[in-house]
Each structure stands twice: as C-alpha cells, then as structure tokens.
C-alpha cells in the first residue's frame, strides 16, 4: 500500500468479522407492514372510545390505599352478591345491594379484557425493549467501527464520529472513549 493512499476500512472489517465477541445476536427481525400498525392502532382507539365511559383513572394515593380485590376475593365477592339477593334483609343498610352487584359485573366482564390487554402491553414492552437493545447494540457497533476508522485517519469517518460523539457529551475521561465505554484497543 502507498503511503499516499487514504486509509480504507479492509483492516478494520476483517478485525470486527473475526471477533466472536463483536457477533451481535439477532433474536428478533420483524418488519410490521405500515397497513396492520393502522389498523391495530385503529382498534385500540376504538377499543378506548368504547370503555373510555366506564373506565375510571385512578391517583398513585388511591392506587396505594385502596383495598384490591384479587381473584380469591372476586369469588368471595360473587358469593356474597348470591346471598345478597337471597337475602337481602341480613344487609346493612348503608350497603347498596344494586351498587355492589353492579361492581362485581364490572370486574367479572373487564378482568377478561384486562388480562388479554396486559399480556398484550408486556409482550409490546418487551419486543420494543428487545428491538431496541439490539438496535442500540448494533448503533455502537458502528459508532466504533467509525471511530477506529477516523482514528486511522479516514475522513468521512471522521465527518461522521464527530457527528455522533455528540450523543455522549462529557462523557470522556482517561482510559475511555468519548462514548463513556472503554477504549477497544
């Protein structure tokens, strides 16, 4: 190689292809068609706008004092709505049979919901904390891979490190890049 000749990036490709420790993992590649995001999106606001007038938010306060019924006491409550109608008289009266009935239907036709929801809002989380693990990895793959390169003296690299060092303001110090990761030497 001629001296004169501006640095490539063969060195740096094959020393990255050769690391086994540089492998990135891919354990998920899914590509959404922009026609079933709409429509899923479609569903949720129609899913809200149908509950939105019986669904009621709840302050951090209240969610820490309230008493919460759990399945076990769904069950307990359902009897208790059995005897009530069986016997209303053993009510006290400052309880509205009608109010607690109408509760425990509530519960019984939303829990349904809530649980395909919430198994759907964890799997959501996850796939988008997954994608974006892996997304971040392999952006820092570059970002090295960039780095190396400008340091070799590769200009458009240089153009572009010095663009996207600026994610990590301040972060240099001794002993580590300007990433706040430990130099790769």
Known sequence: ???AD????????SFFNQKACFM???????????DVIAQAAEAIDKATGLLKPFIRGLSDKERQTILKMSDKSQAFGNKVGQYCEGYPELAPGYLSISELQKDLELVRVLRPILNNVSVLCKDLD???MLAGSEAFVASLYYYHSVKFAAEKGNVNAKTIYADLAKRFPGRGSKGKGGDG?????
Do not use: C, F, H, Y
């Open 1 to 3: 190689m001629n001296p």
């Open 6 to 13: 501006p640095p490539t990036l063969a060195p740096l490709t």
């Open 24 to 34: 990135q993992e891919n354990r998920i590649s899914a590509a959404i068609p922009g």
């Open 126 to 128: 996850d796939t988008v």
């Open 181 to 185: 990761t430990q130099d790769q030497k």
